[in-house]
């Protein structure tokens, strides 16, 4: 199983920015699909899942009202639209798979993709 996380880069306070996953190499009936970010001296924390199965969605109350999420069944991507940013969304944002259950523990779940920097200008 492989994901392949893009789309990171500079950004103002503000701004947008869109982070793509692609996921190859495995089914997820009944899994979650998503994002967890971490900031430079803190704990990785979920931000945002979908299931792969009926769609739902969840979202880190931090990000409620800025942050999409969504997936592309044709070529199993996931997507991360994140408008007005802030400062303190400058953090390394992972792309993670694991069963809906298990989010958001990060230690609870099966595959991730490599990291991708946003940084947040303020």
């Known amino acids: 199983v492989q994901l392949q996380a893009c789309g990171g880069g500079l950004v103002q306070t503000g701004g947008s920015r869109r982070l793509s996953c692609a996921v190859s190499g495995g089914t997820f009936e009944d899994y979650a699909i998503g994002w967890f970010r971490q900031a430079p001296g803190k704990e990785r924390e979920g931000v945002s899942s979908?299931?792969?199965?009926?769609?739902?969605?969840v979202y880190a109350d931090s990000v409620k009202g800025r942050f999409a999420i969504s997936k592309y069944n044709a070529n199993n991507t996931i997507h991360l639209q994140m408008n007005s940013l802030q400062p303190e969304d400058t953090a390394v944002y992972y792309c993670?798979?694991?069963?809906?259950?298990?989010?958001?523990?990060?230690?609870?779940?099966?595959?991730w993709g490599q990291g991708t920097l946003v940084t947040v200008s303020s």
């Open positions: 979908i299931n792969n199965r009926d769609g739902s969605t």
């Open positions: 993670a798979v694991g069963p809906t259950e298990n989010w958001p523990r990060p230690d609870r779940l099966d595959f």
